[in-house]
């Protein structure tokens, strides 16, 4: 089993930045492609960012190019998304999900989902 864990999130203004982390315990993470989604209450949970587990393809959100970066260190643990020039429309619950070695734009295709961590982007 690999348990993940987000972190990070929190209350920022718009045009600001946001360092998410997900962390992981339970089995070496170094295998995994890790993606983050998010959702919003009453819509779909919608792919953000998704890096395979050697980190040779990295994929986004049309939204989300040229402003978040998803990035990983196998030496390290955490995988990281970093939010730059936040939106209003960014705010939502974000996951880290993960699945064996390359990302997946469909959220059904992973095995281990975090509890998600809240990003709330003020006008």
């Known amino acids: 089993q690999v348990q993940l864990v987000e972190s990070g999130g929190g209350l920022v203004q718009a045009g600001g930045s946001l360092r998410l982390s997900c962390a992981a315990s339970?089995?070496?993470?170094?295998?995994?492609?890790v993606s983050w989604f998010r959702q919003v209450l009453g819509k779909e949970r919608e792919f953000v960012a998704g890096?395979?587990?050697?980190?040779?393809?990295?994929y986004y959100l049309d939204s989300a190019k040229g402003r978040f970066t998803i990035s990983r260190d196998n030496a390290k643990n955490p995988v990281a998304l970093q939010m730059d020039s936040v939106k209003p429309e960014d705010t939502a619950i974000y996951y880290c999900?993960?699945?064996?070695?390359?990302?997946?734009?469909?959220?059904?295709?992973?095995?281990?989902w975090g509890q998600g961590t809240q990003v709330t982007v003020s006008s």
């Open positions: 339970g089995r070496t993470f170094s295998t995994y492609a």
């Open positions: 999900a993960a699945r064996k070695w390359v990302y997946s734009l469909n959220k059904g295709e992973y095995d281990y």
């Open positions: 890096i395979d587990w050697d980190g040779e393809r990295i």
